[in-house]
């Protein structure tokens, strides 16, 4: 079981916005600011998409952005494009790194 | 631009030692403060970090494998590796290396990932 808990699975029609979202069990999220999301493509290397809870790297579409409220980080992804279908993880360091379960994005 | 790959059997039998390397490639292992880690992922699991290495040879490793786990670094080779000892079907999962700058909390390149099947 992990730390962080995700739903499996979230979809969406190009163009729409879709939100995942990341509940710490314990205090893995809510007490520190170091949330990262990661899109994982099959057979590809994952990829970092947001760092610090909010900041994105260069590179990144600002179609990807990040927020925390007290136990739960969400990561939101705007106008929805087939390229964004990938599976897609949280983490958190917090003394270690603890990781979600990980959420399938399907684009219809 | 920095790219990191996995190498090693994708084979292991029970009770035996899991090798495994990381390649760094587009810069150098020593340049940087970096921690360079270890992630594995079961099938239908989780991640779940395994542990790291700096080039100084100082390491971290989580501590639910910490005594199974090695993890050393080959400067002059600009690869990184990792050894799991005692291995169970429970070890069976994907192995990615990736890197983690020692001034923040993320990893910002990984590998492609290396099966590995603990299997009779």
């Known amino acids: 079981q992990s730390a962080l808990t995700q739903p499996r699975s979230v979809s969406g029609s190009p163009g729409q916005s879709v939100a995942i979202s990341c509940t710490a069990t314990?205090?893995?999220?809510?007490?520190?600011?170091?949330v990262s999301w990661y899109q994982h493509r099959p057979g590809k290397a994952p990829k970092l998409v947001i760092y610090?809870?909010?900041k994105r790297p260069s590179g990144v579409p600002d179609r990807f952005s990040g927020s925390k409220s007290g136990n739960t980080a969400s990561l939101t992804i705007s106008g929805l494009q087939a390229e964004d279908e990938a599976d897609y993880y949280c983490?958190?360091?917090?003394?270690?790194?603890?990781f979600g379960g990980g959420t399938k994005l399907t684009v219809l | 631009q920095v790219q990191l790959q996995e190498s090693g059997p994708g084979l292991v039998k029970p009770s035996q030692t899991l090798s495994l390397t990381c390649t760094v490639s587009?810069?150098?292992?020593?340049?940087?403060?970096?921690?360079w880690s270890w992630i594995r992922q079961p099938a239908g699991k989780g991640l779940e970090w395994i542990g790291r290495?700096?080039?100084?040879?100082?390491?971290d490793y989580n501590p639910s494998l910490k005594s199974r786990v090695t993890i050393s670094v080959d400067t002059s080779k600009n690869h990184f590796s990792l050894h799991l000892s005692s291995v169970t079907a429970a070890d069976t999962a994907v192995y990615y290396c990736?890197?983690?700058?020692?001034?923040?909390?993320?990893?910002?390149?990984w590998g492609q990932g290396n099966l590995v099947t603990v299997s009779p």
């Open positions: 990736a890197r983690w700058w020692s001034r923040s909390y993320y990893f910002d390149y």
């Open positions: 610090d809870v909010s």
């Open positions: 314990s205090s893995d999220v809510g007490s520190y600011n170091y």
């Open positions: 290495v700096q080039t100084s040879g100082s390491t």
């Open positions: 587009g810069g150098s292992i020593s340049s940087g403060s970096y921690y």
């Open positions: 983490s958190s360091y917090a003394g270690t790194w603890v």
